[in-house]
């Protein structure tokens, strides 16, 4: 009998007897890369075989290289929270859930998963904005731990053309997405111009931040969803795929943050994040920089909601165009408050 195809896989993956006797409820949940299955207090993720510009998961090798690095990455700010990978092992035409402890086994990896410990979601930053319970203190607990991280991150050499470069490079992909004709998303062509002209009005800033030191192997998307605020803060989901979308200004990633959690109902999280961050690094970013990597973070933003319609069976196929009009509009004000400033020759 030929191993199993991925519906196989799937269907094995959420019948709870594959967990265990004592396991009597799976809840699936889908991502654009992944399927994640959660058992009791416990998290299995499945890498999707699929291929992007930006990552390519269509072979069991690749998938086990990211299933570990994941592991990897996230032990940088996430410690205890990923357990390990899981082999996923046919044998005698039956399938098994394998720890890499105690492989090899008998059977033939046919796939590999990421375990983790579940963590509570009513602890997540965007939760806790949601409910608008967040207090100052529990944030101050969150800089302490991105500044410990950044500190500790290896820098990256970049050359200042190199690092201008990158910016204009995924301006390319962004309007090669937003401006398909199909998807008529308002202001995205203006977006796409201020955006250009306030990268060429901070290109010094730039280039003086990639001459210094300052871009580091970041953690790649830190959105508040990420964020939880434990005893102590835990921060998962580092971008695990492509080393180079890690490598990124604090600030930028910050920025991002920042973004997010504005667009949640938080605007007072941004500045506390920013000062607290630069006081603790001794390092402070200029405002127009800062309105840069916002505009970038949520031009990025619109560009993956958009993608998500370009998939041959889109999921909730009603949420990304508004989602992604609404990064638009924060991608223009911070391009225009950058023109308006450093026209002025304002830092």
Known sequence: MHPPGLAAKLKFLQAPPSYGASVTQVECLETHMSWVFLVDQLVYKLKKPVCFPFLDFTTLKAREFYCREEIRLNARMAPGVYCGVVALQWNQDTLALVPDALLPAPGKTVDWLVLMRKLPLQRTLH????????????????????????????????????????????????REVLLRPQFQLRDAALAMDRFDAALALVADLLRARASGLRIVDGHGDLRPEHVFLLQPPAIIDCLEFNPQLRQLDPFAEI????????????????????????????????????DFYKARSALLRARLAMAHLLDPQPRLPLKWAPLAARYVTQALAASDAIIATRQHGKP
């Open 127 to 174: 939760q806790l904005i949601e409910k608008h319970r967040l207090t100052p203190s529990e944030l101050s607990a969150v800089v302490e731990l991105l500044a410990a991280f950044y500190r500790a991150a290896p820098r990256i050499a970049l050359g200042e053309n190199d690092y201008l470069a990158r910016f204009q490079y995924e301006q390319a992909s962004n």
């Open 255 to 290: 920025a991002y943050l920042s973004l997010e959690c504005s667009m949640a109902g938080a605007p007072w999280v941004g500045p506390f994040l920013v000062q607290g961050l630069a006081d603790a690094l001794n390092d402070q970013a200029p405002p127009a920089l800062l």
